[in-house]
């Protein structure tokens, strides 16, 4: 059973403009929310992440949103950059479970110049 | 900057061949992880480690065994290499503190011929 969704395997979008990737998650017992990046021919690199107990993260560029009543978050990237053109895992972290992270299968993001 | 390195970036090998793949990091870190990354699957966690000498299965140990015998130091087997084994491979390591922060290694692409 899939705890961790990311529904969209792929996303374009215009340089310059917002990119928005989602994730669904369905264990009431995450607490810790956290996005990567992975280039090809790369191990993923850590962005950014959110408590359970905030609802917004902001770092530069980006910014992630929890609603945990819906049981969803987003990364949005402004203004989006071929420089971001990756594949975006999301990842979480329930209490208890020993640090282990939950990914979701990720989203291919190309931004277009 | 916390380093985590992979002994190999590309293996190949052949099927029924005993297979190893090591990982260092450099951080003192406390747990220490085995992925592999399919397309369309994501990253699944094969092998967690959260002390030395300590092991614990993720969700598809089949076909795989660790060791653990310093800190720093993260062994992955694989006893007898099968074709379905081909797959980019990822170490991570984590210091266990919030928000659960995971550091990757490059990967090794690895194919079973």
């Known amino acids: 059973d899939q705890q961790v969704k990311q529904n969209s395997p792929s996303l374009s979008v215009q340089e310059g403009r917002i990119s928005i990737l989602n994730c669904d998650y369905t264990?009431?017992?995450?607490?810790?929310f956290l996005w990567y990046k992975k280039y090809p021919a790369e191990g993923p690199t850590f962005l950014i992440s959110?408590?359970?107990?905030?609802d917004k993260n902001e770092d530069g560029r980006f910014t992630v949103f929890l609603n945990k009543s819906a049981k969803h978050l987003s990364l949005h990237i402004v203004p989006s950059q071929p420089g971001d053109s990756a594949v975006y895992f999301c990842a979480a972290s329930a209490v208890g479970s020993n640090y282990k992270l939950t990914f979701g299968k990720g989203t291919l993001l190309t931004v277009n110049p | 900057d916390v380093k985590v390195t992979q002994s190999s970036r590309y293996l190949v090998k052949r099927t029924g061949e005993k297979v190893f793949l090591e990982c260092v990091q450099d951080m003192d870190h406390e747990n220490m992880f085995w992925y592999r990354q399919d397309p369309g699957l994501g990253l699944r966690l094969i092998y967690f480690?959260?002390?030395?000498?300590?092991?614990e299965k993720g969700d598809i140990p089949e076909g795989y065994s660790v060791s653990r015998e310093k800190k720093e130091r993260f062994s992955l087997i694989l006893e007898s290499a099968s074709t379905n084994q081909t797959s980019m491979y990822l170490c991570a390591s984590s210091p266990g503190t919030i928000p659960y922060e995971q550091y990757f290694g490059p990967g090794t692409r690895l194919t079973v011929t």
């Open positions: 264990n009431s017992m995450f607490d810790y």
């Open positions: 480690s959260y002390d030395v000498k300590m092991k």
């Open positions: 959110i408590s359970s107990i905030k």
